[in-house]
């Protein structure tokens, strides 16, 4: 069965602080994905990541993918109160197109 | 160029009803994919669909639901008989297979949040 895992699930931290959050995956991916969602609205769509190394970065965040250790990393910088929120990581693997979603990380900064 | 609109946003549904959700994807979007996220989980996949065809519905249930996706309209899910378990929020996403830079992205509707009483 195709698992894709997030850890940490709840995250507090303050603003100003950095973190990284980690999705790991049980078998090779083909493209790995980074949703944000906020409360009782839809998927916004921050990182596509297609290959090994792949390394992208928007704002505070950066998403980078490591396929030989089927991991993907999110890390935060100098947090701010408006990244509170759930965010996912999905992916699609073995040529299909369905995304598989870890359970998700919700994100609270404190001012 | 507008995005992926669902309808209804929210619906209350009886037991034993019919739920029907729409999706309309974005303009040029012919794949059509619904997720189901339970409160409190990640989204579930349900059901990948092009036009007149489904192409994946390994994540169905295997009674009472169904969908479609017909040459002219939007794509529907249907639920007969709706139980209290299929309170969840349905969310419909479209791509364009070879869009930019080739990354087959999907682009996730608002969502209808379905509660049966």
């Known amino acids: 069965e195709l698992k894709v895992e997030q850890n940490p699930l709840f995250l507090s931290m303050q603003e100003g602080k950095n973190y990284t959050i980690y999705c790991n995956y049980s078998t090779t991916s083909d493209r790995l994905y980074w949703y944000r969602q906020d409360p009782g609205k839809s998927l916004e769509s921050l990182f596509v990541?297609?290959?090994?190394?792949a390394v992208k970065q928007e704002g505070r965040l950066m998403a980078s993918l490591d396929t030989k250790a089927r991991l993907s990393t999110l890390h935060i910088t100098a947090a701010v109160h408006d990244l509170s929120a759930t965010y996912f990581c999905a992916g699609t693997f073995r040529g299909s197109e369905k995304l598989v979603f870890g359970k998700g990380m919700k994100l609270t900064v404190n001012p | 160029n507008a995005g992926v609109m669902q309808n209804p946003r929210h619906l209350v549904r009886r037991r034993g009803q019919e739920a029907r959700l729409r999706c309309s994807p974005m303009k040029g979007h012919s794949h059509v994919y619904w997720y189901r996220q339970l409160p409190e989980e990640g989204l579930k996949f349900m059901v990948y669909l092009q036009k007149e065809n489904i192409i994946d519905e390994s994540g169905m249930p295997k009674e009472r639901f169904s969908a479609e996706f017909p040459k002219e309209g939007p794509s529907i899910l249907r639920i007969q008989q709706v139980v209290r378990g299929d309170s969840a929020a349905y969310f419909c996403?479209?791509?364009?297979?070879?869009?930019?830079?080739?990354?087959?992205?999907?682009?996730f509707g608002p969502g209808t949040r379905l509660t049966v009483t």
């Open positions: 996403a479209s791509s364009s297979r070879g869009g930019a830079a080739g990354s087959y992205e999907q682009y």
């Open positions: 990541l297609l290959s090994n190394g």
